[in-house]
């Protein structure tokens, strides 16, 4: 189904395209989540009741899901559909034509945006973490050192990485020490998670985040910090995940100076400890041990993740200064909202 079709039947039957999209998006969910029971569906794919009822028996009818006592779950079929259909519905969707302007504005290699805005549906997140999880898979090539950071967006790519031909030559390492109040989106968890999911090694790095200047100048010549600094060096890919400056702040409990700084700098995104104003440029940088903004422009594969609309600014101001072989994969709420600050300030 080519995309003119589609445009032509959008014109000629416009309530069966809302239909097909609504299927569409369904059927990617559970293909997601499943087995998922109705309930759930018509929550994350943002249905009524009857709506999801009707589209599950229409998915079903249609044999491209199977319904059991756990749930929905997509039949082989249903992935071959959805495989078939991608392409054609990004485009009559307009998300492939966000994501050409995106690259195109920014500058960087390429940007991905999946359906919805996880500010207003949690499992976009998801949606993200899976679109990421396949083009590391695909594009890792013969690399073997991967460094990851911490975060909700960077923790929903390890449940979508299974184990596939020589993972088990990969290492994932924390792109920066510390430790925070929420373990479970930690750097050093979140490497753990991606060598268990895919058969590989990992190595944790702990950074005291309350060191004083002195205690850090001792501490990154310790052997742990030595041997995770010459691991930056020779990293062949990063995954990172994109925060809002002033929530990054907040969550670190960020001192009043600190803050003072961010407030004077404008600054609006976060990345691996460093804070950045709307042109990229630093006006602020954690002292930790970690992969150096300088470091990333000698890595191969770069893949960021970050969505939702509130984060569109944040984004913008680490892309501003990213390396150019930098893949972004949002959403598009981010994507939207983007556009508009990058149409309005032109």
């Not at 991967?146 to 909700?152: C, E, L, P, Y």
């Not at 994109?242 to 100076?257: F, L, P, Q, T």
């Not at 930790?288 to 470091?295: A, D, L």
Request: hydrophobic share 40%; glycine share 8%.
């Amino acid at each position: 189904m080519n995309s003119d079709f589609l445009e032509a039947q959008r014109k000629l039957v416009p309530e069966m395209m809302d239909l097909m999209q609504q299927r569409y998006s369904a059927l990617k969910f559970i293909d997601m989540s499943g087995p998922i029971g109705r309930r759930q569906l018509g929550q994350v794919a943002k249905l009524s009741e009857r709506e999801a009822r009707n589209v599950l028996e229409a998915l079903r009818d249609a044999g491209l899901i199977r319904i059991e006592k756990e749930g929905a779950s997509v039949t082989e079929e249903g992935r071959q559909m959805l495989s078939s259909l991608r392409t054609s519905m990004d485009d009559w969707s307009g998300r492939n034509t966000l994501a050409r302007y995106l690259e195109q504005t920014i500058g960087i290699r390429k940007v991905i945006v999946v359906p919805g805005d996880s500010d207003v549906t949690s499992s976009v997140k998801a949606v993200i973490g899976k679109e990421a999880a396949e083009q590391f898979v695909t594009l890792i090539g013969d690399g073997q050192i991967v460094a990851v950071t911490g975060g909700s967006s960077v923790a929903a790519i390890p449940p979508f990485i299974g184990k596939f031909p020589e993972a088990e030559r990969l290492r994932f390492i924390a792109a920066r020490g510390g430790v925070g109040e929420d373990i479970g989106l930690q750097a050093n968890v979140i490497s753990a998670l991606f060598a268990q999911a895919c058969g590989a090694t990992y190595s944790t790095f702990y950074y005291p985040e309350t060191l004083s200047e002195e205690a850090h100048e001792v501490f990154r010549k310790e052997p742990a910090a030595l041997e995770m600094m010459a691991l930056y060096e020779k990293t062949d890919c990063v995954l990172h995940g994109i925060g809002d400056a002033k929530k990054m702040a907040a969550i670190r409990n960020s001192s009043d100076e600190e803050l003072e700084l961010l407030e004077q700098g404008k600054a609006l995104g976060e990345a691996f400890g460093y804070y950045f104003d709307e042109n990229g440029n630093v006006v602020y940088r954690l002292r930790t041990v970690g992969i150096k903004t300088e470091q990333l422009e000698h890595v191969p594969l770069l893949i960021a993740v970050a969505g939702g609309a509130s984060k569109a600014a944040a984004i913008l101001a680490y892309m501003a200064s990213a390396p150019r072989q930098t893949i972004l994969v949002t959403d598009e709420g981010a994507a939207a909202e983007m556009q508009r600050i990058l149409r309005k300030n032109t």
